[in-house]
């Protein structure tokens, strides 16, 4: 009797990775030397202003997952990644209460002081690791504090774990994510119970931890007959924040290098055995959060290609790449605005709030569209570079390469704009990262790969990198940085 073939070795799994703007369902199909990835299905993300604010629509996405599953075909098994801290609240019955907040409304307003009066914020950060930034979970609870809804509510779930839950009725809080919510201890992996019991935060809410290569359950025979599978169809758990999953679809060699995450947001940062809690790192504003097998995520939040984002959306969707061919002849460095500024987290009005920011910096005013694209390319490759430079030396941790993962791994401009501004090589690719990592935590819990050194092995044999290196000096960089305001 002879072995089996290659090909009937090859399995399929169906990655569900939700961003803030659109989802998508591909499929992956793993072998002992093979990484495919195709694109079963995409669907929009589209937020809703109630008069209570601003709203998730879950029901679309839920339905754009079931439409995804469906034109997937035959799997062997789901995992689901989205987007980080914000959450669904169901009652005793396990209904969901209303659309889950969106995590740009406005309730945390003024709410971090509030903490910070019980808890200062040193101890919150030694507690926890997590960086400063308005919409983390524990500020949103606190803001809902005294509302009917949390006050009805049996189980908070997580988004990828709210969609889990009702594919397969089971319910479990994954670790990658949890540990964005401002309430998990980097050094333990468990709950921060001090920090909770202090803000009244009722940690029973949760549903217990799991890791990324639990079983999650199974697809509900509801689902099956909706979806058109057969069943049993395992959902695997999965670093089910994004950023999880595409920090382990890094294709590095070895531990010397640092990540770009870019999309919606720029998760800009290192890989380390250990969490950095130290003040200077407080300071800086970087953030601990946990990734695959118990490593830390050590990275800053930038604001990234939202704010492009939002100015194509202004001006009506014109092409992209004719947008960035005509930015790419505008003069470099000619204004640079801060991309972690606070100021532009907010939807709307995005060009004249960067033509605002240049105007009060005293640089010139960018007008055309090609020259506001230009200002922020040029400022997230700075952006990068402050935060590249600032992890290796807060975490002792030299590195060099700059590994570009994501949607941002396209642009061309941006990645060699950030390889000239950190002075680094950077390698761009693969940019389906975080579905590529769902993928391949999946297939290494069915025995289809190996641990992670094997999985970056294989992404790095299989999927088409690009690598910039870098021209001129850093020291033009090092002047427009010092045009920023506070710097």
Same mark, same amino acid.
């Given at each position: 009797?002879?072995?089996?073939?290659?090909?009937?070795?090859?399995? +399929?799994?169906? $990655?569900?990775? !939700?961003?803030?703007?659109?989802?998508?369902?591909? %499929?992956?199909? &793993? =072998?002992? #030397? *093979?990484?495919?990835?195709?694109?079963?299905?995409?669907?929009?993300?589209?937020?809703?202003?109630?008069?209570?604010?601003?709203?998730?629509?879950?029901? +679309?996405?839920? $339905?754009?997952? !079931?439409?995804?599953?469906?034109?997937?075909?035959? %799997?062997?098994? &789901? =995992?689901? #990644? *989205?987007?980080?801290?914000?959450?669904?609240?169901?009652?005793?019955?396990?209904?969901?209460?209303?659309?889950?907040?969106?995590?740009?409304?406005?309730?945390?307003?003024?709410?971090?002081?509030?903490?910070?009066?019980?808890?200062?914020?040193?101890?919150?950060?030694?507690?926890?690791?997590?960086?400063?930034?308005?919409?983390?979970?524990?500020?949103?609870?606190?803001?809902?504090?005294?509302?009917?809804?949390?006050?009805?509510?049996?189980?908070?779930?997580?988004?990828?774990?709210?969609?889990?839950?009702?594919?397969?009725?089971?319910?479990?809080?994954?670790?990658?994510?949890?540990?964005?919510?401002?309430?998990?201890?980097?050094?333990?992996?468990?709950?921060?119970?001090?920090?909770?019991?202090?803000?009244?935060?009722?940690?029973?809410?949760?549903?217990?931890?799991?890791?990324?290569?639990?079983?999650?359950?199974?697809?509900?025979?509801?689902?099956?007959?909706?979806?058109?599978?057969?069943?049993?169809?395992?959902?695997?758990?999965?670093?089910?924040?994004?950023?999880?999953?595409?920090?382990?679809?890094?294709?590095?060699?070895?531990?010397?290098?640092?990540?770009?995450?870019?999309?919606?947001?720029?998760?800009?940062?290192?890989?380390?055995?250990?969490?950095?809690?130290?003040?200077?790192?407080?300071?800086?504003?970087?953030?601990?959060?946990?990734?695959?097998?118990?490593?830390?995520?050590?990275?800053?939040?930038?604001?990234?290609?939202?704010?492009?984002?939002?100015?194509?959306?202004?001006?009506?969707?014109?092409?992209?790449?004719?947008?960035?061919?005509?930015?790419?002849?505008?003069?470099?460095?000619?204004?640079?605005?801060?991309?972690?500024?606070?100021?532009?987290?907010?939807?709307?009005?995005?060009?004249?709030?960067?033509?605002?920011?240049?105007?009060?910096?005293?640089?010139?005013?960018?007008?055309?569209?090609?020259?506001?694209?230009?200002?922020?390319?040029?400022?997230?490759?700075?952006?990068?570079?402050?935060?590249?430079?600032?992890?290796?030396?807060?975490?002792?941790?030299?590195?060099?390469?700059?590994?570009?993962?994501?949607?941002?791994?396209?642009?061309?401009?941006?990645?060699?704009?950030?390889?000239?501004?950190?002075?680094?090589?950077?390698?761009?690719?693969?940019?389906?990262?975080?579905?590529?990592?769902?993928?391949?935590?999946?297939?290494?819990?069915?025995?289809?790969?190996?641990?992670?050194?094997?999985?970056?092995?294989?992404?790095?044999?299989?999927?088409?990198?690009?690598?910039?290196?870098?021209?001129?000096?850093?020291?033009?960089?090092?002047?427009?940085?010092?045009?920023?305001?506070?710097?």
């Amino acid at each position: 009797m002879t072995g089996p073939t290659r090909e009937a070795a090859v399995k +399929s799994y169906a $990655a569900v990775d !939700l961003g803030a703007s659109s989802g998508r369902v591909m %499929v992956g199909r &793993v =072998g002992p #030397d *093979s990484l495919e990835l195709t694109e079963a299905h995409r669907f929009p993300n589209r937020p809703v202003r109630t008069p209570e604010g601003l709203r998730w629509d879950i029901l +679309s996405l839920y $339905a754009g997952v !079931l439409d995804g599953l469906r034109a997937a075909g035959h %799997v062997d098994s &789901v =995992g689901i #990644d *989205s987007w980080a801290v914000d959450y669904g609240l169901l009652d005793a019955d396990g209904a969901l209460l209303g659309n889950p907040v969106h995590y740009r409304d406005t309730r945390t307003q003024g709410v971090a002081e509030k903490v910070w009066a019980t808890v200062p914020a040193a101890e919150l950060y030694a507690a926890t690791g997590l960086q400063y930034a308005p919409f983390n979970t524990l500020y949103q609870l606190v803001a809902a504090g005294s509302s009917a809804q949390l006050a009805h509510a049996k189980r908070l779930l997580l988004i990828p774990d709210l969609l889990t839950y009702w594919l397969t009725g089971e319910a479990g809080t994954e670790l990658t994510n949890a540990s964005t919510t401002q309430l998990i201890d980097p050094r333990t992996g468990d709950w921060s119970y001090d920090v909770a019991a202090r803000l009244g935060i009722d940690l029973e809410l949760f549903a217990p931890l799991r890791r990324p290569g639990d079983p999650a359950g199974l697809l509900r025979p509801e689902v099956l007959e909706e979806t058109g599978l057969t069943g049993p169809v395992p959902v695997t758990t999965v670093g089910s924040h994004d950023t999880a999953s595409a920090v382990a679809a890094v294709p590095a060699v070895n531990e010397r290098f640092a990540y770009i995450c870019t999309g919606t947001w720029s998760l800009v940062g290192l890989e380390l055995t250990a969490p950095v809690l130290t003040e200077a790192s407080r300071a800086a504003n970087f953030t601990n959060e946990l990734g695959l097998d118990g490593t830390v995520r050590y990275l800053r939040n930038i604001m990234g290609l939202w704010l492009l984002q939002e100015c194509l959306r202004e001006w009506g969707n014109p092409d992209l790449g004719e947008l960035l061919a005509a930015a790419a002849e505008v003069p470099a460095l000619r204004s640079v605005v801060d991309a972690g500024d606070a100021e532009f987290l907010a939807p709307g009005r995005m060009p004249s709030r960067i033509a605002d920011a240049c105007r009060a910096s005293g640089q010139p005013v960018p007008g055309s569209r090609a020259e506001i694209t230009r200002c922020i390319l040029d400022s997230l490759a700075l952006a990068h570079r402050r935060a590249v430079r600032q992890a290796q030396e807060l975490a002792d941790h030299p590195v060099d390469v700059v590994h570009i993962v994501g949607g941002g791994a396209r642009n061309a401009l941006l990645c060699r704009l950030t390889a000239d501004a950190c002075g680094l090589p950077v390698v761009a690719g693969p940019p389906e990262a975080a579905a590529l990592g769902n993928v391949l935590v999946q297939a290494r819990a069915d025995g289809q790969t190996g641990d992670g050194t094997e999985m970056r092995r294989l992404l790095a044999r299989t999927q088409q990198l690009t690598r910039y290196e870098p021209q001129g000096t850093t020291a033009v960089w090092q002047t427009a940085e010092a045009r920023l305001p506070g710097r």
